[in-house]
Nanobody
């Protein structure tokens, strides 16, 4: 059974850091692109970053440029989202997802498998 499980969320003060993990099971992650999305209360889910099967990445939210990075460890079948200098506007539930066609996209409709999400709260 194909499954994605996020972890690493929590409460952090502004300026702090978190590293989210997306552990995959039921498929070989090295053959797939993986995207990270987030959804803040009252807002639509938005694509944040995506990493291709070849290790390239795409950033879809300008405000995370220079603060968030995406990486993968194929040996662990895991994708990471490193988030630095977190701000209150980054507060959201963060999801990882696998696209249907192994191509990165900022659109949630292109993704068919989703994790359950992990809450990130940035507050003093």
């Amino acid at each position: 059974q194909l499954q994605l499980v996020e972890s690493g969320g929590g409460l952090v003060q502004p300026g702090g850091s978190l590293r989210l993990s997306c552990a995959a099971s039921g498929f070989t992650l090295r053959n797939s692109a993986i995207g990270w999305f987030r959804q803040a209360p009252g807002k639509e889910r938005e694509g944040v970053l995506c990493i291709t099967s070849g290790g390239g990445s795409a950033i879809y939210v300008d405000s995370v440029l220079g603060r968030f990075t995406i990486s993968r460890d194929n040996a662990k079948n895991t994708v990471y989202l490193q988030m630095n200098n977190l701000q209150p506007v980054d507060t959201a539930v963060y999801y990882c997802a696998r696209p249907t066609g192994d191509r990165c996209s900022r659109l949630a409709d292109y993704y068919d498998y989703w994790g359950q999400g992990t809450q990130v709260t940035v507050s003093s």
